[in-house]
């Protein structure tokens, strides 16, 4: 069976290695983070919700794209 915490890490590690995060990329990573937890725990194991946790994660990765593209 698949273990979540392989992909889960992902929402938690972000930027773990540099800066301080700003107030709105706290945000955004706690957003994130908490989606991830609900669909681990609330979604039945399988395929559907593998696939959208990658797809969270990239969508993840392009809110804080858009939120570096402000500075």
Known sequence: ?????????HFTDYKANEERLSVEEDLLRMAFHIAAEVMVNVLP????RSAGLRKLL????CAFRAELDKE
């Open 1 to 9: 069976m698949y273990d979540p915490r392989a992909i889960m890490q």
């Open 45 to 48: 194991p399988g395929a559907e």
């Open 58 to 61: 990239e969508a993840r990765d």
